[in-house]
């Protein structure tokens, strides 16, 4: 019984900025990886970045220098700050929360960047 709420997607200009929350809350008793991940229209969901417990982190090479992924573990909560956004990010992104070797997805939300 692990449920994620994500938030913080919408529309922005190219070179702009947005930030994604992801918040796990049910019965947990610790959270492993947390993951970012992003589909684009007519494309199979990809992986972009995930921090682990002890906040070691990893990204595709794409985002690098750009996306910034953190956590708050006394909150249950991942961020993904994103910053000079292009066209190319334009897409619905999941967070994934691992708990007891299960990966918990959360609804998804669209972030549509204009050229």
């Known amino acids: 019984q692990v449920q994620l709420v994500e938030s913080g997607g919408g529309l922005v200009q190219a070179g702009g900025s947005l930030r994604l929350s992801c918040a796990a809350s049910g019965s947990i008793t610790s959270i492993s990886d947390m993951r970012w991940h992003r589909q684009a229209p007519g494309k199979q969901r990809e992986w972009v970045a995930t921090i682990s417990r002890r906040l070691a982190t990893d990204y595709v090479d794409f985002v690098k220098g750009r996306f910034t992924i953190s956590r708050d573990n006394a909150k249950n909560t991942v961020y993904l700050q994103m910053n000079s956004l292009k066209p190319d990010d334009t897409a619905v992104y999941y967070c994934?929360?691992?708990?007891?070797?299960?990966?918990?997805w959360g609804q998804g939300t669209q972030v549509t960047v204009s050229s």
């Open positions: 994934e929360v691992v708990v007891n070797d299960w990966g918990y």
